[in-house]
């Protein structure tokens, strides 16, 4: 059995061999391996027009949006942390692949669903888990790489600031004391 599909617009239909579907799976298999979130979306009626936004809104997040059979994304998927996601594989599906921050897919793929109600998600996948379609919402208000290092680093400062001021405040004390009576003296 043949896919076929066209490789550019005003070009003929070329079916895929086995040698070609061996390359697509190698290199869906690539980016599932480096990959640190994915979320699988339901394209049924969504025009190229709609899917082409899609794409561009992706790029610019460093998500690898893929349109494959699911045959071969089922292959590509085995031995990595998307695994859990082979049973749902039916119907024609969107795959969202985020490659540096697992929140950028679901947060493009979740706001562009609001926008088009024809792309529906399916399944949504982070760690090796599997996770229901409703917390893509969850997924997307994960922090970004630098929020989180914010985070971090806000949190492990804090400590030390409180520290440096329990330090200060017995100084910071006696100098206002010695000013008052200071003032008091030239008052007096």
Same mark, same amino acid.
């Given at each position: 059995m043949f896919l076929v599909v066209q490789l550019n617009p005003g070009?003929?239909?070329?079916?895929?061999?086995? !040698?070609?579907?061996?390359?697509?799976?190698?290199?869906?298999?690539?980016?599932?391996?480096?990959?640190?979130?994915?979320? *699988?979306?339901?394209?049924? /009626? %969504?025009? *190229?027009?709609?899917m082409t936004s899609l794409r561009e809104k992706a790029r610019e997040q460093n998500i690898d949006i893929r349109v494959i059979r699911n045959t071969l994304a089922r292959r590509a998927v085995e031995g990595t942390d998307?695994?859990?996601?082979?049973?749902?594989?039916?119907?024609?599906?969107? =795959? /969202? =692949?985020?490659? !540096?921050?697992? /929140? #950028? %897919?679901?947060?493009?793929m979740g706001e562009f669903s609001k926008e088009n !109600?024809?792309?529906?998600?399916?399944?949504?996948?982070? /760690?090796?888990?599997?996770?229901? #379609?409703?917390?893509?919402t969850r997924l997307a208000k994960m922090p970004t790489k630098d929020q989180a290092i914010g985070i971090l680093m806000g949190t492990m400062k804090a400590p030390i600031e409180k520290l440096v001021r329990t330090l200060v405040a017995p100084?910071?004390?006696? *100098?206002?004391?010695?000013? #008052?009576?200071?003032?008091?003296?030239?008052? #007096?």
């Open positions: 070009e003929g239909l070329v079916a895929l061999n086995l !040698e070609s579907k061996k390359v697509i799976v190698d290199q869906v298999g690539t980016t599932a391996s480096n990959a640190l979130s994915l979320v *699988v979306a339901d394209a049924r /009626g %969504v025009n *190229v027009t709609d998307f695994a859990c996601m082979q049973e749902g594989m039916t119907g024609p599906l969107v =795959f /969202g =692949f985020s490659m !540096e921050d697992p /929140g #950028a %897919v679901a947060r493009v !109600e024809k792309l529906e998600v399916k399944m949504v996948s982070l /760690g090796g888990k599997l996770l229901p #379609a409703t917390d893509i100084t910071s004390k006696m *100098v206002r004391t010695l000013a #008052a009576v200071r003032d008091a003296k030239e008052a #007096a």
